[in-house]
């Protein structure tokens, strides 16, 4: 009996075991604010400037150096920059934690975003190290996706105990045992990988990538609270237009950041664009379900967030399951195309609520997510799949990016049809706070008779529209995803044989 030499051992599955704890902590600091910010403000008494900035700035700098880490990982090696990254979390988490003032706070966010922005790519690129067997690689990225997912729902609701027993710094010191066990560990369980010839780092695309990022995403994520304002659109658009500057860099730079060469693997830019469509629509639906359940439904701030865990549930299974079917010989173009029907499902129970259906709204939260983490599963595996190993943290840079613009363009899009719906629904005697947002109308409720009870149907009506827009654009994605992934398949040790050159072609 011969042994596949490509198969994992145990000791390659502890080490996924110990990737996922930064992975879940990562994912979950993107919403551990969620129900700290009172107390912050109370503590700290920042502005409203300075708030905005503690609970935003993680976020961007973690987007802005997504494809920059992704590319350094490629050349100094995945573990070392996992495990300076590690290093750097920690040290912000407890620096944010203990933070007696708000410039202080700012700042540890920020670190707190750069060590972020390196555990991402890393575990993912890690990932494409340590399973080089198709089916094993596949099963680990389905765990990998269903954890990062559980982590976003995880994060508000850990704030909201952790807030409620001991005191909000304390959301910040969770991370730290975690770190710890990573710095420890990692050295002994992880291995080293990295481009045997990465040429020169191209630093000039460093900028160009975060302006081409930050003020999209910025933009992007304003338009959906106040409007299509002149300042924003700008903001996308400068944005667009460095994204152009960094895409020429790319192509005529003697080392580029981004290789276009990973864009000749089949199936890696169909997964890059069907990620962010994926993005839209989960990032799009959890815009209008949070509102939902504290304004329309009354919900409290953890109560509402102990009910959205309901619709985590199902999502551990829903990697595994897809990985499953691929496997037993399902094309994974029809998995996906599965996947995206499912969530376009979701999206239509979503369209039927009314202005008092908890369960509806939940069962359409769990029918997304669960759509989109089979889909997420199997486009992440095969990108991987088909990018060169020594590539493996800018591909999967690429990946996120993308997630990152799909998220703020779904909330973007999609909120501003359910405002656009809100606005026209609501009565025209309503006062102007009342019909620019559901929040503003319930502050000013109690003095107009039935304001409250318009504003929660016109919101509904709002999040129904919206929801039939998300259903068909997921849909379409299906119906893409049916064409340009057929019959593509990801080879055992693919892309080993096509090495990049030192220039990168």
């Given amino acids: 009996m011969t042994t596949n030499p490509n198969r994992a051992d145990r000791r390659a599955w502890t080490a996924l075991g110990v990737l996922m ?17 009172p107390a912050i403000s109370a503590d700290l008494e920042p502005s409203g400037t300075q708030q905005l900035w503690i609970f935003d700035i993680y976020a961007f700098v973690l987007a802005g150096l997504l494809m920059t880490m992704g590319s350094l990982g490629d050349r100094i090696g995945h573990r070392r920059l996992l495990l300076i990254g590690a290093a750097a979390f920690g040290t912000a988490s407890l620096v944010a934690a203990y933070a007696n003032s708000a410039e202080t706070l700012i700042a540890a966010r920020a670190v707190l975003g750069i060590g972020g922005a390196t555990l991402m790519p890393s575990t993912m690129g890690m990932l494409r190290t340590m399973f080089t067997d198709p089916a094993q690689r596949a099963k680990a990225i ?5 954890v990062m997912t559980t982590g976003i729902a995880l994060g508000s609701v850990m704030s909201g105990v952790l807030v409620e027993y001991f005191w909000w710094g304390s959301v910040f010191l969770v991370n730290l ?9 990692g050295p002994l369980l992880l291995p080293e990988s990295k481009d045997p010839a990465p040429g020169r780092f191209d630093w000039v695309s460093v900028p160009l990538s975060m302006a081409a990022v930050l003020p999209v995403v910025y933009g992007l994520k304003e338009i959906p609270s106040k409007g299509w304002n002149s300042l924003y659109v700008v903001a996308i658009t400068v944005g667009l237009l460095f994204a152009a500057l960094f895409v020429h860099r790319q ?4 080392a580029p950041m981004i290789s276009p060469a990973l864009f000749r693997g089949r199936g890696f830019a169909p997964s890059v664009g069907l990620n962010l469509v994926c993005m839209f629509g989960v990032m799009g639906s959890s815009y209008f379900t949070t509102q939902y359940l504290q304004m329309v439904l009354g919900k409290g701030a953890l109560e509402a967030a102990l009910w959205a865990l309901l619709p985590s549930v199902p999502i551990g299974a829903a990697g ?17 195309t599965a996947g995206f029907t499912i969530s376009a499902t979701g999206f239509t129970l979503l369209s039927l609520a009314g202005t008092d259906s908890l ?18 599963s199997q486009i992440v595996d095969l990108a991987l799949g088909t990018a060169p190993v020594e590539r493996a943290g800018s591909a999967s840079s690429l990946l996120e990016t993308g997630g990152e613009f799909g998220g703020a363009l779904g909330m973007a899009v999609l909120g501003s049809i359910g405002t656009a719906i809100y606005r026209h629904e609501m009565p025209g005697s309503a006062p102007d706070a009342a019909r620019e947002t559901l929040g503003g109308a319930l502050t000013v409720a109690d003095r107009f008779p039935g304001l409250a009870t318009a504003a929660r149907e016109a919101f509904t009506s709002g999040m129904r529209g919206a929801a039939i827009a998300g259903a068909v654009l997921l849909l379409g994605a299906a119906g893409l995803a049916a064409v340009l992934l057929r019959r593509v398949r990801v080879r055992e040790n693919a892309g080993q044989a096509d090495r990049l050159s030192p220039s990168g072609v």
């Fill in 21 to 37: 704890l930064p992975l879940l902590l990562v994912s979950m600091d993107v919403s551990v604010l969620y129900f700290a910010i």
């Fill in 142 to 146: 389905g765990l990998w996706s269903g």
């Fill in 177 to 185: 045992p975690a770190m710890a066990l990573l710095l420890v560990l």
């Fill in 251 to 254: 192509r005529t730079a003697a």
């Fill in 320 to 336: 595994p399951v897809a990985t499953h079917l691929v496997q037993r010989g399902v094309d994974r173009a029809y998995v996906v």
């Fill in 359 to 376: 369960w509806l709204v939940l069962t359409a939260c769990a029918v997304l997510a669960v759509g989109g983490v089979a889909v997420m």
